[in-house]
């Protein structure tokens, strides 16, 4: 008799392997295949408040204290870098940057620059220690769906079976399911267009030593303690040190370069030389690099984006990074991968609890994913707009923090009921917070930035208007926006005093709805918790 697994899962990266993990735990028979081996190269290594808070949920959700952010950042210390902030340093062509054209923001959590392969590994192991069982090195060369609707078999290339009830594709770009449901849109019908170029490098100094000092950009927080971003018209470079710290046995630094791919279609040169060319175009990101060295192979993806149609069937589904992805920008992946993730996870628990892995059951997700990589889609194409000028810029930055803060602040504000013993808040599939107020911001936003694209309006009318837009948002409460005048958001605790004398006085009743649950000291000891080691 061959051996049946309740799910099997293709791909063991941080889906893959988060996904694996809770299944085992909750007694789920699960098998993870994949075609390479741990440890390895993956991409997907700065993190955002909403990333260490949707798996600080799943760590609590489900019961796994291995997943907590402060048990993770303990055994991958050395190796990843810290990361306290996102530092934006603006580019002209041919001209020093100016001490005046930085911004940052600042989330007062302790996160981390993940090395990949040491998280991954990590994870593959806690996997395994909740009882997955696991395949490494395995390809599949088929997958089949028998026609009772009971089973799926999934062949390999050496001829091996795996047989299961359910399988998942945690694959990403290469999704295997995507390809033979024909699940791809094609084109996407995402607005932005990028490619990307990206490698590990060392020997790249930080910003305060080589273009401004701490004290001269005037940001509360140093680049060096967080992800640099270097903005262009047209693109920008990340560089995302895991070298930051004391601690740090890494020396390595991640570094991409990002291009608006209709202003720079991909030719046939070589990345380490393009990377070379463009940088040198820019004075002060030249300094960056002037020593810096690649340690592996650069790695040119010509379209970052792809999307689906769908992302689940009868006995499958796709993960978040499977079903579509946009940009790196604004850090994004990790976290609508992980939330996608959660979500996931609490369906094929109902479903194996229920012996029921009707398609329907798992239609809900289509909206959950669509809605996040459709917002990351917007806040991308705006902000590649928004890289024509530096007032405009800020204004986008604007308009990114709303959105990142009411995903922040709708999910501490869950994990504090969760802590308050309320059974299950992270389990509710509804989308919570005020998505029809952000959702209508941001479309009337991105609708400035279409006019600028399309040349009907110029980068200084829309970024009147857009600041007009910001000044109208009555659902995200008042100190928790951007300063425009200090150039950087930075939290405290009396800003969460602020926040719950706003939300006292000056909301309406509908946005308190949306904050009910807040309490400044119970957020604060949250934020706090997630710094310990
Ligand atoms: C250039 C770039 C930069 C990014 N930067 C960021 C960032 O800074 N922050 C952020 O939050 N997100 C970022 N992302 C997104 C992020 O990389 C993804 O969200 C995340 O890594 C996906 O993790 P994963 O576990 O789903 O996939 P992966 O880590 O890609 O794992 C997929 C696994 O599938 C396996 N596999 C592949 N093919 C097969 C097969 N045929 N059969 C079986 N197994 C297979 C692979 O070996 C791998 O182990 C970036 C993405 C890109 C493209």
């Known amino acids: 008799m061959q051996e049946k697994y309740q799910v099997i899962i293709l791909g063991s990266g941080i889906a893959g392997t988060m996904l694996g993990t809770i299944l085992a ?6 098998l993870i295949i994949d075609k390479g081996s741990h440890p390895k190269f993956a991409i997907g290594e700065s ?17 796994i204290p291995e997943l907590h952010p402060a048990n993770i950042r303990q055994k991958i210390a050395h190796t990843s870098g810290i990361k306290k902030n996102l530092s934006f340093a603006y580019h002209r062509p041919g001209q020093e940057q100016k001490k005046e054209e930085v911004t940052q923001s600042n989330s007062g959590v302790a996160e981390l620059h993940f090395f990949r392969q040491d998280l991954d590994s990590y994870l593959l192991n806690v996997a395994i220690h909740y009882g997955a069982t696991v395949k490494q090195n395995c390809s599949i060369s ?39 449901f024909n699940l791809r849109e094609n084109p996407t019908h995402f607005k932005s267009h990028t490619r990307s170029l990206f490698t590990h490098m060392i020997n790249v100094p930080y910003f305060e030593i080589c273009v401004h ?4 950009h005037g940001m509360p927080v140093s680049f060096y303690e967080g992800t640099v971003h270097h903005l262009f018209d047209g693109g920008w470079i990340w560089i995302i040190p895991f070298n930051n710290h004391k601690d740090s046995t ?18 046939d040169i070589l990345p380490e030389q393009e990377f070379l060319e463009i940088v040198s175009k820019y004075p002060s990101i030249s300094k960056q690099f002037n020593n810096a060295k690649a340690v592996r192979d650069w790695i040119s993806i010509p ?17 978040p990074n499977s079903y579509g992805f946009v940009d790196p920008l604004f850090s994004r992946g990790l976290a609508s991968n992980c939330g996608g993730v959660k979500y996931l996870a609490t369906l094929i628990l109902e479903a194996v609890k229920d012996n029921d892995f009707s398609e329907e ?8 994913y669509r809605k996040e990589i459709d917002l990351h ?26 959105a990142e803060f009411i995903n922040f602040f709708q999910i501490v504000i869950t994990l504090t009921q969760l802590k308050d013993g309320n059974p299950n808040p992270f389990k509710k599939l509804d989308i919570v917070g005020p998505v029809q107020e952000l959702n209508g911001f941001i479309k009337q936003a991105v609708n400035e930035m279409q006019q600028v694209e399309t040349g009907n309006l110029s980068t200084e009318a829309a970024a009147r208007n857009i600041k007009e837009l910001l000044q109208q948002v009555d659902f995200l409460p008042e100190p928790l926006k951007f300063s425009f005048s200090k150039r950087f958001y930075k939290p405290s605790m009396l800003k969460l005093m602020e926040v719950a004398h706003w939300l006292k006085f000056n909301s309406t009743p509908q946005v308190k709805t949306y904050y009910e649950n807040f309490n400044p000291y119970k957020f604060n000891q949250i934020v706090k918790e997630m710094a310990k080691t």
């Open 361 to 368: 059951r798992f239609q809900h997700l289509e909206q959950i």
């Open 25 to 30: 735990k909750h007694k789920v028979k699960v």
């Open 250 to 267: 890494n020396p390595l630094c991640s570094v991409g370069l990002q291009l608006d791919a209709r202003r720079f279609p991909k030719t």
């Open 303 to 319: 379209q970052l984006q792809y999307s689906s149609k769908k992302c689940f069937g009868d006995r499958y589904c796709l993960i």
């Open 377 to 402: 889609d917007n806040l991308v194409y705006g902000a590649y707009i928004a890289f024509k000028d530096f007032e405009l810029w800020k204004c986008w930055q604007g308009v990114w923090t709303i």
């Open 213 to 216: 000092s701490q004290k001269a």
């Open 47 to 63: 993190t955002i408040p909403y990333t260490t808070f949707t798996i600080a949920g799943i760590s609590e959700l489900f019961d």
């Open 142 to 180: 088929d997958i089949e769906f028998s026609s009772d609707g009971k089973n799926v078999l999934i062949t390999s290339q050496e001829g091996e079976e795996f047989l299961g009830s359910y399988v998942v594709d945690a694959i990403g770009y290469s999704s295997i399911l995507a390809q033979k």
